[in-house]
């Protein structure tokens, strides 16, 4: 029973090039939520999602980043013109539709750097 | 907003020594909370939770934690500790609203702790 899988888990950039970041749920979890963690910061808050809708992007810059989970394949968190200040550790968890759905489990992270 | 703070920023501690970690969260109404553990290169891991109930919660790993409603704390405890309790430890906060947003997890910035063999 996989957990949510995250990938990249590195990531490079030069600024003003575009970054993906890929996250799978768990099985059976139709919630997805990407935070941000800055150096020395605890996680932020960026979006939640369901299959093929944003429920809650109050987290989420207003420009150059974008957040999607389709009706089929991973969610994917993009980013656009990256600069210096991307650069942090962008975690996914997923959480199931119904019982215990507060609980939330965390993928390994995708860790961008920006040059 | 919600906000969740971690008072102790690296805790650095014998191994059988006793631990306690504070967490307090400013919101008035009914919350979840959560406390998380990030060993090195490792993901987040749910450590322990509270919805309701018992205040004293029990988690993995002989950790536990008390809600204490009228101080807003939610403290996480571990009688003894060894070295592989070294880890970075995450407090947070989920608010029992209708909305939407009712989904996010507020962090604390994290204890690193630090435990000497």
Same mark, same amino acid.
């Given at each position: 029973?996989?957990?949510?899988?995250?990938?990249?888990?590195?990531?490079?950039?030069?600024? *003003?090039? &575009?970054?993906?970041?890929?996250?799978?749920?768990?099985? $059976?979890?139709?919630?997805?939520?990407?935070?941000?963690?800055?150096?020395?910061? *605890?996680?932020?808050?960026?979006?939640?999602? =369901?299959?093929?809708?944003?429920?809650? &992007?109050?987290?989420?810059?207003?420009?150059?980043?974008?957040?999607?989970?389709?009706? &089929? *394949?991973?969610?994917?968190? #993009?980013?656009?013109?990256?600069?210096?200040?991307?650069?942090?550790?962008?975690?996914?968890?997923?959480?199931?539709? #119904?019982?215990?759905?507060?609980?939330?489990?965390? !993928?390994?992270?995708?860790?961008?750097?920006?040059? | 907003? =919600?906000?969740?703070?971690?008072?102790?920023?690296?805790?650095?501690?014998?191994?059988?020594?006793?631990?306690?970690? $504070?967490?307090?969260?400013?919101? *008035?109404?009914?919350?979840?909370?959560?406390?998380?553990? =990030?060993?090195?290169?490792?993901?987040?891991?749910?450590?322990?939770?509270?919805?309701?109930?018992?205040?004293?919660?029990?988690?993995?790993? $002989?950790?536990?934690?008390?809600?204490?409603?009228?101080?807003?704390?939610?403290?996480?405890?571990?009688?003894?500790?060894?070295?592989?309790?070294?880890?970075?430890?995450?407090?947070?906060?989920?608010?029992?609203?209708?909305? !939407?947003?009712?989904?996010?997890?507020?962090?604390?910035? !994290?204890?690193?702790?630090?435990?000497?063999?």
């Amino acid at each position: 029973n996989a957990g949510v899988m995250q990938n990249p888990r590195h990531l490079v950039r030069r600024r *003003g090039q &575009e970054a993906r970041l890929r996250c799978s749920p768990m099985k $059976g979890h139709s919630h997805v939520y990407w935070y941000r963690q800055l150096p020395e910061e *605890g996680l932020k808050f960026m979006v939640y999602l =369901q299959k093929e809708n944003i429920i809650d &992007e109050s987290g989420m810059p207003k420009e150059r980043f974008s957040a999607e989970f389709p009706k &089929e *394949g991973p969610s994917i968190l #993009r980013i656009q013109q990256v600069v210096r200040g991307d650069s942090a550790a962008y975690f996914c968890a997923s959480s199931p539709p #119904r019982q215990n759905y507060y609980e939330q489990y965390f !993928g390994p992270g995708t860790r961008l750097t920006v040059t | 907003a =919600q906000s969740v703070s971690q008072h102790n920023h690296h805790v650095i501690l014998s191994e059988a020594a006793s631990l306690e970690l $504070g967490c307090n969260y400013s919101y *008035g109404g009914t919350v979840n909370l959560f406390w998380y553990v =990030q060993y090195p290169g490792q993901h987040l891991q749910l450590l322990l939770k509270y919805f309701s109930g018992d205040p004293l919660v029990k988690g993995i790993k $002989g950790f536990e934690a008390e809600f204490i409603k009228s101080k807003f704390s939610f403290n996480l405890r571990k009688p003894s500790v060894q070295w592989s309790d070294t880890a970075e430890y995450f407090c947070a906060v989920n608010p029992l609203i209708s909305s !939407g947003s009712a989904r996010q997890l507020t962090f604390g910035s !994290g204890t690193q702790l630090t435990v000497l063999p």
